[in-house]
């Protein structure tokens, strides 16, 4: 009987959370109290200032400078960054010694052996990204062939981590559509993964329980203030 760890898995997604994501976080947003880590757009800043906060001060600049990067853009792209951190340390039990394939795993739905190419979520490939799927699947392939492995096409999948099948951009939908692989995301990839329906929110309420430790909201407040005292933003603020 093939079982998975599920509370391993979990663990690890923890700490990978916690070391990865947010030790990450903390860190990027701290360079963020010099002014040149910004393409200030000194139209628009000035302009978003007063929409957001009513006046263009140098603390209100310093804001809406601050504001979307940690809590957007930053946050955001560290995550898609570590999908290979997230794999070889959550996902280790399951990694594969196969070319371009992430990890290979039993599919508790089907109990066929899936050769999956694994990314962060419903937007983080591009055009390239497709075209470097598809070949790496057709190598695959083709080594099955050589060596006479019961590999059937749709055993190929991209697993997504994270969203939705509707939520998935129109490159996604290219793999399924142009080249017909599967794209399995979500709950449904968890789900294959564990044989667990829910294991997908057991996840995401265990990565939650880490933003209890992640409150760093005085130490932002700071950088706030210490930006807004930088020459750049006291410029900027002069224009009001």
Same mark, same amino acid.
């Given at each position: 009987?093939? @079982?998975?760890?599920?509370?391993?898995?979990?663990?690890?997604?923890?700490?990978?959370?916690?070391?990865?994501?947010?030790?990450?976080?903390?860190?990027?947003?701290?360079?963020?109290?010099?002014?040149?880590?910004?393409?200030? $757009?000194?139209?628009?800043?000035?302009?978003?200032?007063?929409?957001?906060?009513?006046?263009? $001060?140098?603390?209100?600049?310093?804001?809406?400078?601050?504001?979307? &990067?940690?809590?957007?853009?930053?946050? @955001?792209?560290?995550?898609?960054?570590?999908?290979?951190?997230?794999?070889?340390?959550?996902?280790?039990?399951?990694?594969? @010694?196969?070319?371009?394939?992430?990890?290979?795993?039993?599919?508790?739905?089907? !109990? &066929?052996?899936?050769?999956?190419?694994?990314?962060?979520?419903? !937007?983080?490939? !591009?055009?390239?990204?497709?075209?470097?799927?598809?070949?790496?699947?057709?190598?695959?392939?083709?080594?099955?062939?050589?060596?006479?492995?019961?590999?059937?096409?749709?055993?190929?999948?991209?697993?997504?981590?994270?969203?939705?099948?509707?939520?998935?951009?129109?490159?996604?939908?290219?793999?399924?559509?142009?080249?017909?692989?599967?794209?399995?995301?979500?709950?449904?990839?968890?789900? &294959?993964? @564990?044989?667990?329906?829910?294991?997908?929110?057991?996840?995401?309420?265990?990565?939650?329980?880490?933003? !209890?430790?992640?409150?760093?909201?005085?130490?932002?407040?700071?950088?706030?203030?210490?930006?807004?005292?930088?020459?750049?933003?006291?410029?900027?603020?002069?224009?009001?």
């Amino acid at each position: 009987m093939y @079982t998975v760890d599920k509370t391993e898995i979990l663990e690890k997604a923890k700490k990978w959370f916690r070391e990865s994501i947010v030790e990450n976080h903390i860190k990027n947003t701290k360079k963020l109290i010099n002014p040149e880590n910004f393409q200030i $757009n000194p139209f628009l800043t000035v302009y978003l200032a007063n929409f957001f906060k009513g006046n263009s $001060n140098p603390e209100s600049i310093a804001q809406v400078l601050l504001l979307p &990067r940690v809590l957007g853009t930053s946050i @955001t792209t560290s995550f898609g960054t570590q999908t290979q951190t997230f794999i070889s340390e959550v996902l280790q039990a399951f990694g594969s @010694t196969t070319p371009g394939i992430d990890i290979e795993f039993q599919d508790q739905i089907d !109990n &066929r052996k899936k050769y999956c190419q694994l990314k962060a979520g419903p !937007n983080t490939i !591009n055009k390239d990204d497709v075209e470097t799927i598809a070949n790496h699947f057709k190598k695959t392939i083709n080594l099955a062939k050589t060596n006479k492995s019961d590999l059937r096409f749709d055993d190929l999948i991209v697993g997504v981590i994270y969203g939705n099948e509707s939520d998935i951009s129109s490159h996604y939908k290219r793999i399924t559509n142009q080249y017909h692989y599967s794209v399995i995301v979500g709950q449904d990839f968890w789900h &294959r993964l @564990t044989g667990d329906e829910n294991f997908y929110f057991d996840l995401t309420q265990a990565i939650g329980s880490i933003a !209890n430790e992640a409150n760093y909201c005085q130490e932002v407040k700071n950088i706030i203030i210490k930006l807004s005292e930088s020459d750049e933003i006291q410029k900027l603020s002069n224009h009001e």
